[in-house]
């Protein structure tokens, strides 16, 4: 790994912004094996430089891996001039390489993963990888088994759409349905499209699982935490 300036190094592990970091370095807060270093710039190893910032041991993670439970009104960007995007949800991070796996529309609540993982980021959602994304949605009208076996076998959505097969669980079927849906695509506005093309508009819409990572529960919305080793595992 390459060499990183001091004041990036602390940064990126959340403690402070680069301001607040540059300060407790010029104050003599800092120490790079054992020895007081008052230069932001200063270079240091991730691997071979033990660093101690106001007494607390400070280890360095290449790659991050968190899980939001997304709010409706947030885009899934990294930037965006009009809208809050999901990485101004990320407080306690400074770092500037994250970025969503995928997107969720912005009136989608639910999972969503943000890293800084390219290549893993690239495995999720590679079309050759086909992995499965599971949604509740409640929709306007009665879920049918016919709808089940419709979206089992694939069908042309609309004009510019097919569907490859999918995986519908009813929940509730009367006036409002509830519903789970579980596709192996991403196309845009997909899941919407399904049911709109049965007549059944999506009222409510809310990514509960992608591959074997589920939603953790306790999340409220907009919270967030770092994924488990066993969760990581699960994704790769």
Known sequence: MAMLRLDKYLADMGLGTRTEVKQFIKKGQVLVNEEIVKKPEYKVSAVE?????????????????IMLNK???????????????????????DRKDLFPVGRLDKDTEGLLLLTND??????????KKHVPKTYFVIVDGVVTKEDVDLFAEGF?????????????????????????????????????????????PVLYLKRVQMGRLKLDETLKLGQYRQLTEEELALLR
């Open 49 to 65: 430089d033990e660093i101690v910032c106001c007494g607390k041991k400070v280890g360095y993670t290449e790659f991050e891996y």
């Open 71 to 93: 709010p409706q009104g947030v885009v899934s960007a990294t930037q965006d001039e009009r809208d809050k995007t999901v990485l101004d949800l990320i407080t306690e991070h």
């Open 118 to 127: 390219g290549k893993l980021a690239h495995e999720l959602l590679s079309p």
């Open 156 to 200: 042309q959505v609309d004009a510019e759409l097919f569907s490859k097969p999918a995986q519908l669980k009813i929940l509730e079927a009367k006036e409002q349905s509830e519903v789970y849906l579980t596709i192996t695509e991403g196309k845009f506005h997909q899941v919407k499209r399904m049911f709109q093309s049965v007549n059944k």
